[in-house]
T-cell receptor
Framework: GDSVTQMEGPVTLSEEAFLTINCTYT??????LFWYVQYPGEGLQLLLK?????DKGSNKGFEATYRKETTSFHLEKGSVQVSDSAVYFC????????????FGGGTRVLVKP | DSGVTQTPKHLITATGQRVTLRCSPR?????VYWYQQSLDQGLQFLIQ???????AKGNILERFSAQQFPDLHSELNLSSLELGDSALYFC????????????FGPGTRLTVL
């Protein structure tokens, strides 16, 4: 079945540092890929998405490129802020009936001033 | 604010009890999804409804059931509750024609004592 593996946290960074969160997936066919962010005490917010190979999703300074050859969708941000502290989830939407999302385990990111 | 509302925000109950969680999707969204977020299982898809009909089922226990009403709101019923059912329960909705975008509600935190 479909699965998503992402690096375990927590990831602790200083403000303005470069952030990378690795995400790899297993799925048949051509899934859509997503990054969701969960701020403390809140629900999940869609951060960015990519629906086909080589697509780059971007939002709020975050980027991720859909790499089919390496089945990866790594999240990057060039200069993090304290407000980026949150839990980040990589997810895929496969081709099976229904549009369920399959999530990775989440990566907690803590940005210190 | 995603436009998806969930009530109640918090629920504390005892083992063996039954509870109902309510979700109102964004205006016009026909699809509703339920997810469970727990410490040991992570984020898992439970069930999806589309315009009142069950569309897909995930790792939903037989003690759990759901339905979507004609006004498109949905309810998740959890019965014979166990300690392990303590979790955050999220509802999400997606617009017609945008199968790959799900908007999440703030969640209901269920604590079973």
């Amino acid at each position: 079945g479909d699965s998503v593996t992402q690096m375990e946290g927590p990831v602790t960074l200083s403000e303005e540092a470069f952030l990378t969160i690795n995400c790899t997936y297993t799925a048949t066919g051509y899934p859509s890929l997503f990054w969701y962010v969960q701020y403390p005490g809140e629900g999940l917010q869609l951060l960015l998405k990519a629906t086909k190979a080589d697509d780059k999703g971007s939002n709020k300074g975050f980027e991720a490129t859909y790499r089919k050859e390496t089945t990866s969708f790594h999240l990057e941000k060039g200069s993090v802020q304290v407000s980026d502290s949150a839990v980040y989830f990589c997810a895929l939407q496969g081709e099976a009936a229904g549009n369920k999302l399959t999530f990775g385990g989440g990566t907690r990111v803590l940005v210190k001033p | 604010d995603s436009g998806v509302t969930q009530t109640p925000k918090h629920l504390i109950t005892a083992t063996g009890q039954r509870v109902t969680l309510r979700c109102s999707p964004r205006s016009g969204d026909l699809s509703v999804y339920w997810y469970q977020q727990s410490l040991d299982q992570g984020l898992q898809f439970l069930i999806q409804y589309y315009n009142g009909e069950e569309r897909a089922k995930g790792n939903i226990l037989e003690r759990f059931s759901a339905q979507q009403f004609p006004d498109l709101h949905s309810e998740l019923n959890l019965s014979s509750l166990e300690l392990g059912d303590s979790a955050l329960y999220f509802c999400a909705s997606s617009p017609r024609g945008e199968r790959d975008t799900q908007y999440f509600g703030p969640g209901t935190r269920l604590t079973v004592l």
